[in-house]
């Protein structure tokens, strides 16, 4: 991959001695199949894709450097912007982090509520890459069929965190506010329409004769070349590794409650969308687990110096505004170390490394985020095959440019 201020030389050299008959093709920057702004610059022999170089780079908005400036709750605001199709995974993500740093240990209710959000999150996520993928595929009626149960989604988040798509969910040491009185309601219907609506759509695009004939054995990857590009995730489960941060590394109560990871075979376009599919299945199981058994309790732990009081109490408590004051203005001070702590997000492990001096602002924030590492083999997966396959191949991979870039 190269950094887009250096397109014109780079390419300029590569392609200078073009072979006849052989043309460069640009997918992107602005392309309606690189869902954000990517760029792939191919070389085509007639249909056979010869060669393929990645650009990124266009939507880099310094997020790590931002995060030595920052304060802690600060930066959640910056993971809000990263994969913004499944926005409270990355806030969890980075406030875990955090806590494991302070070694903050939240009620179960926080802990419930949380792996709900997650659950749901990842769910928004794979409806978005699989519908999305029919569409590039020139089928529209499946994302449609899926839309609406996304919105109830998007609902509950609106209704929980005051905000759609950056949600800033959960504080250090807890979460903003309390669920509301119907949130386990209203789940539990969204789970009762969701479940039949994912057969629908399996029966209406994943088991149609041309989606089949786009997506099985295309932009396929074998489990080792998928470990040694640092593979995770869905991509990585599609190559045929049971490998999920939340089943090897548990965080949370994932070691308490059950579910399945499902592999596929060839790691092909098909069978990343069927991994997909079974996930959101597991993920539906894992709410069921959780949501009548949601603790009573307070919403953040018992830290005063790190949670922000209520506004009305600040008003009227000298102590709450002392701890108000000094949260805000001096900020939470960390420990010094190195940190580092991974999360299974909709595209892989999601992993912060932190290091701390002890200040209100970490000395170094780096992001592990999963499309990086998997769009690098991008042009390995797609040689020697179709143009039209590339676009499959890239749909299946869900690159997400906010996470890339970030």
């Not at 790691?267 to 603790?295: C, K, N, W």
Request: net charge negative.
């Amino acid at each position: 991959m190269v950094m887009y201020e250096k397109t014109a030389e780079h390419f300029g050299q590569k392609f200078k001695d073009l072979p006849e008959g052989h043309l460069l093709v640009n997918l992107g920057p602005s392309h309606p199949a690189t869902h954000g702004i990517l760029q792939n610059v191919i070389q085509i022999d007639g249909e056979r894709v010869v060669d393929t170089e990645s650009v990124i780079g266009y939507v880099h908005r310094c997020f790590e450097k931002l995060g030595e400036r920052y304060d802690y709750n600060q930066f959640l605001v910056c993971t809000d912007r990263m994969n913004y199709v499944s926005t409270p995974l990355n806030n969890i993500g980075w406030i875990l982090t955090v806590e494991k740093m302070m070694q903050i240990q939240v009620p179960d209710r926080v802990t419930y509520v949380r792996m709900i959000i997650s659950e749901l999150s990842r769910i928004m996520d794979h409806i978005i890459c699989n519908g999305i993928m029919g569409v590039d595929l020139g089928a529209f009626s499946g994302l449609l069929h899926l839309f609406h149960h996304r919105e109830n989604i998007y609902q509950i988040l609106e209704k929980l965190t005051g905000a759609r798509l950056t949600t800033t969910f959960c504080r250090v040491g807890g979460m903003e506010r309390d669920i509301y009185p119907e949130f386990q309601s209203e789940i539990k219907l969204i789970l009762k329409g969701l479940k039949p609506a994912l057969d629908e759509f399996e029966e209406l695009l994943i088991r149609n004769k041309i989606f089949n004939e786009r997506t099985k054995g295309i932009g396929g990857i074998s489990a080792e070349r998928a470990i040694a590009y640092g593979f995770s995730g869905p991509n990585l489960r599609a190559a045929g590794v049971a490998w999920d941060v939340r089943k090897d590394d548990p965080y949370m109560f994932y070691d308490k409650v059950d579910f399945d990871i499902p592999v596929g075979e060839d790691g092909s376009a098909l069978d990343r969308t069927l991994v997909r599919m079974e996930e959101m299945r597991q993920s539906m199981r894992i709410i069921e687990q959780l949501i009548d058994g949601i603790p009573e309790g307070p919403y953040h732990a018992d830290v005063p110096h790190t949670f922000l009081p209520p506004k009305d109490r600040v008003y009227h408590n000298m102590e709450e505004l002392i701890y108000h004051f000094k949260i805000i203005m001096p900020g939470v001070k960390v420990p010094a170390g190195e940190y580092y702590h991974a999360t299974e997000a909709a595209n892989g492990e999601l992993g912060f490394y932190v290091v701390s001096e002890g200040e209100k602002s970490p000395w170094r924030v780096h992001v592990r985020r999963p499309c990086f590492w998997y769009y690098q083999a991008f042009p390995e997966m797609v040689k020697g095959g179709l143009l039209a396959d590339t676009i499959a191949t890239m749909s299946s991979l869900n690159v997400i440019a906010g996470e890339l870039d970030c």
